[in-house]
């Protein structure tokens, strides 16, 4: 069975640091394009992710809102993709989701995802 087990989630204050992991399973992992999005309270998901890596040649894509904030990076041998986002912003509250895609786009849009995790909250106070 395809999984996709995020971690990493957790509170932290304005400013600070998180990273989150997300664990493949049950599917060619270095054939595909990893990501991330997120849901913020009361909203729904983004149509949009906010970082993908293609594990096929290593490309990433990050959205403009977290350019500079967020590193996206994969380890093959672990099947693990791993987002670094440092000087966290309040409205980056929200569940973060990682996702799977067979393809890789001029954008990372929702519409590419074969397949989704549950989600890790992450929560940051002012």
């Known amino acids: 069975d395809v999984q996709l087990v995020e971690s ?13 992991s997300c664990a493949a ?3 060619t992992f ?6 991330w999005f997120r849901q913020a309270p009361g909203k729904e998901r983004e ?3 906010v970082a993908c890596i293609s594990n096929v040649d290593g490309r990433t894509r990050y959205a403009d809102s977290v350019k500079g904030r967020l590193t996206i990076s994969s380890d ?9 986002m440092d000087n966290l912003k309040p ?3 929200a569940v973060y989701y990682c ?15 074969g397949y989704w995790g549950r989600g890790t909250q ?5």
């Open 8 to 20: 990493g989630g957790g509170l932290v204050q304005a400013g600070g640091s998180l990273r989150l």
């Open 25 to 27: 399973s049950g599917f």
């Open 30 to 35: 270095a054939d595909f394009t990893i990501g």
């Open 47 to 49: 149509r949009e992710g």
């Open 76 to 84: 093959n041998t672990r099947n693990t993709v791993y987002l670094q």
């Open 91 to 93: 409205d980056g509250t």
């Open 99 to 113: 996702a799977a895609a067979a393809v890789w786009g001029r954008k990372w849009p929702s519409e590419y995802v």
């Open 122 to 126: 992450v929560t940051v106070s002012s």
